[in-house]
């Protein structure tokens, strides 16, 4: 059910995802697939096409005032640092 629901998704998307500061980014199939399937408050490293760089991604759902559920995305801009890859703050 859940993979119908992905292919969807991604039929609708593309790999488009709006974050929390109302930025654009997208993600291959590959990618979206994983940010698709994220648990609430997880998050994961991965390539955006759009901005050609690794950024990390957190997957946050929270109940609105209507009853709704409403995901929203966190994006941080990975930072290359001895090699490693350390989010960095976007504020």
């Not at 993979?3 to 500061?21: C, R």
């Not at 291959?28 to 998050?43: M, Q, T």
């Not at 930072?79 to 989010?87: A, G, L």
Request: charged fraction near 30%.
């Amino acid at each position: 059910m859940l993979e119908i629901l992905f292919g969807i998704s991604f039929s609708l998307f593309g790999g488009n995802i709006i974050d929390t500061k109302l930025k654009h980014h997208k993600y291959d199939k590959e990618d979206y697939k994983k940010i698709f399937y994220l648990k609430n408050k997880e998050s994961i490293n991965t390539y955006c096409i759009k901005h050609c760089r690794f950024e990390n991604i957190q997957k946050i759902k929270y109940s609105s005032h209507n009853g709704l559920e409403e995901t929203k995305y966190k994006v941080n801009i990975m930072e290359k640092d001895n090699k490693n890859f350390t989010p960095k703050s976007n504020d």
